[in-house]
Structures are given as C-alpha cells and as structure tokens.
C-alpha cells in the first residue's frame, strides 16, 4: 500500500537547522511531483516547497533562502533542508505526493523553533 513516512521533526533553536525526510512506497515515487507543507496551530495548511519531475522547484516566499527541497529517485526519498529556522517556522511538516488525480500526504512530523 502507499505510504510516505516521515521524519526528523524536533525542538530546535532560532538560528539552527533541521532536515526531514520522506520515505515514500507503494506507487512509482519518479513520476510524482513531491511537495513539502506545514500547518501551524489555528492555521491553514500551507504549501512550503514542490520538486518538480522534471527538476523545476518552487518555494514559498517565507522560506525562501532558507529551506532547500531535493528529491532522490533512486531511494524514493524526499528531504528538506532547513537553515536559519525562526519560531514562525513551527509547525507540523506534511510529505505530499501527486500525480494526475492521485493524491497522497504522510502522517507529519512537528517541528517546534524555540529557545
């Protein structure tokens, strides 16, 4: 069945850095466009990064420069790095996979800025 898991969601400080990843199974991980998005507490979820199939990336404007979306077919693995984290910045981060009319999220993983 289809799965995608994440993790490496923690407690982390402002200024410092987290990568998470998303293991993904149970569908063909190269034809999908694999997207990272957040949901803070009272909030709407948000998209925060997509890696295209054919390589083009796109970012949300709050984390551009900061957060780096890369993807490697080869382990159906999605990861995002995150660098100068600030307390906005927490959050629940969702693994999201689509293609055509299929659509699949993961379970989340918390990450939580704070000093």
């Known amino acids: 069945q289809v799965q995608l898991v994440e993790s490496g969601g923690a407690l982390v400080q402002p200024g410092g850095s987290l990568r998470l990843s998303c293991v993904a199974s149970?569908?063909?991980?190269?034809?999908?466009?694999m997207s990272w998005y957040r949901q803070a507490p009272g909030k709407e979820r948000e998209m925060v990064a997509q890696?295209?199939?054919?390589?083009?990336?796109n970012y949300a404007d709050s984390v551009k420069g900061r957060f780096t979306i890369s993807r490697d077919n080869a382990k159906n693995t999605v990861y995002l790095q995150m660098d100068s984290l600030k307390p906005e910045d927490t959050a629940v981060y969702y693994c999201?996979?689509?293609?055509?009319?299929?659509?699949?999220w993961g379970q989340g993983t918390q990450v939580t800025v704070s000093s």
């Open positions: 890696a295209h199939v054919g390589g083009n990336i």
């Open positions: 999201h996979a689509t293609w055509i009319y299929r659509i699949y």
């Open positions: 149970g569908f063909t991980f190269s034809n999908y466009r």
